[in-house]
């Protein structure tokens, strides 16, 4: 279990994590998830010691990160797919990092073996593509097979079948009851993998929950109809509290939940083709939650 | 720690550019060794023929070491393996004693090589040219331990200038104008205003006049200039492992 308590951390007077909390348990993957400059980084970084505290600890599995002797067999860390010397083989990449935690040189041909990179472990990383630097990446968490693994935008730059695989490999790693903690701007993704979320802005926590209960919480719902008898029931509908959005095919109602819709339609004899609850995605549910944290926007172009 | 150890001399075996640095801090001695030997008129060979040409191709290999120890660290820096590394070992001090380690160990046995193979390679090529004189001069041997101490000095003071500034131009910069620049200009101003010489008192003055043949005007002394030298580079070396500590990475 990975307990992160009070964490605070300032940059001069810029308060980058601010007395932030949360767990992660094992047995499944928690997304970390706040828009740019929010402070997920700057917490990984001081979740292993890179970075100093001003207030706050964490611990993993009740013990802080700098008390590990080899921190590897514990700890697996992916905090930038950049962090390997480009003039240097990727084996040899694996090599000293393992040598530096003890851990055997068959292991680093298993890891290379698992993220796909044996035959071109002697090629030099500076001649990788972003992708395999990830799973490059990624052979180093693997090294010293942790109990807990942390991963920063695990999935950038990885073509689909690549992030396929980082997908099946974190459910993997979350059913060996590791405790996994993963950031990514890919939302869709996070959607797929993750069990609970940790979502952070301005450097605080704004919520922890698991992921149907994020969307059911933040995300918009509204319902669906398509009658052949539209304009007409959308007038009914306006008058009991709705707002209609007539669509090509159909409209969308928000403001009344679907008993009520349908309870209205029997009653003014309107005959209904379809009649759904639909609910806003995790970025809909993200972008909702995350509006006011957010510390850099940008605009499409174009006005005067 | 033994782990550590093998882990950093990896990562220093394993860079091309580092491998360059050494075989120029070798190359350079035994190559002027070889031409000096090739081309000079054997009736101009005498005692402090190789010993002078070792000690004035040293002392440029001598800051070659110091280059290498200065990359040592900010290689890290510059590409970004210093995160991987204080995760991989959180405990900085062990890091950088590994670091310290590995160049000393390595600047010892490459300065030792190299001065072996000068010595060997010098007198066997003036053999062959029928020289058949004593080649070996007194203080030959003292002043080869010199060279070969003052380089593993100076390699530990690449790694503290390293931690410090965390960027090789900088580092490299500050390492090689520091001797060739700052102190000349330091013991010339010295020298015109105060009719002084002070070089003995200036760290890599004394460093380099240590590693001389003839040593007889040397205050402290062959090893006690190279002591003197060795508080500085301390100095340096204990300011970077402060550095190292207290920024973040």
Known sequence: MILVENMTKRFGKFTAVDDLSFVVNPGQVTGFLGPNGSGKSTTMRCMIGLDSLDSGSTTFNGQRYVDFRRPLHSVGVLLDAGNAHVGRTARNHLRWLAQSNGISKSRVDEVLEI??????????????????????????????????????????????????????????????????????????????????????????????????????????R????????LTEFASILERAGGRTELQTSGAIVHNLDATTIGELAAKNSVVLHQLATETGSLEDAFLELTSSSVEYHGTLGGGK | ??????????????????????????????????????????????????????????????????????????????????????????????????????????????????????????????????????STHPDAQASYVALVLASVLVGALGVGLGAITRNPPSAIAILLLWPLLVEVLIGNIVA???????????????????????????????????????????????????????RDA
């Open chain 1, 115 to 220: 993220v796909g990179l044996t035959d071109v472990s002697r090629r030099k990383v500076g001649k990788y593509s972003l992708g395999m630097k990830q799973r490059l990446g990624l052979a180093a968490v693997l090294l010293g097979d942790p109990h807990a693994v942390i991963l920063d935008e695990p999935a950038n730059g990885l073509d689909p079948e690549g992030i396929r695989w980082i997908r099946e490999m974190l459910k993997k790693l979350a059913s060996e009851d590791r405790a996994v903690l993963v950031s990514s701007h890919l939302l869709s993704e996070i959607s797929l993998i993750a069990d609970n979320l940790i979502v952070i802005g301005k450097g605080r926590l704004i919520d922890q929950c698991s992921v149907p209960d994020f969307i059911g919480r933040y995300a918009q």
């Open chain 1, 222 to 229: 509204w319902v669906r109809i398509e009658s052949p008898q």
């Open chain 2, 1 to 134: 720690m033994i782990g550590l150890f093998r882990s950093e001399f990896l990562k220093l075996r394993s860079v091309r550019s580092n491998l360059t640095m050494a075989i120029a801090a070798a190359g350079l001695p035994i190559v002027g060794t070889v031409l000096v030997a090739i081309f000079i008129s054997v009736k101009d060979v005498g005692e402090t023929t190789i010993p002078r040409m070792i000690n004035s191709a040293g002392n440029v290999s001598m800051l070659i070491v110091g280059i290498l120890g200065v990359l040592c660290v900010t290689q890290e820096y510059s590409q970004s393996t210093i995160r991987l590394t204080l995760a991989a070992t959180p405990n900085r001090f062990s890091v950088y004693v590994a670091k310290l380690a590995v160049i000393v160990a390595s600047g010892t046995v490459l300065m030792t090589g190299v001065v072996i193979a000068c010595v060997a390679v010098g007198n066997a090529i003036l053999s062959a040219r029928g020289f058949s004189g004593d």
């Open chain 2, 192 to 246: 015109a205003v105060f009719s002084r010489n002070i070089l003995d008192w200036l760290p890599f003055g004394a460093a380099f006049q240590a590693t001389f043949l003839e040593i007889e005007d040397l205050k402290f002394g062959r090893f006690g200039s190279l002591g003197y030298f060795g508080l500085w580079t301390l100095a340096i070396v204990l300011i970077g492992q402060v550095v190292l500590r207290s």
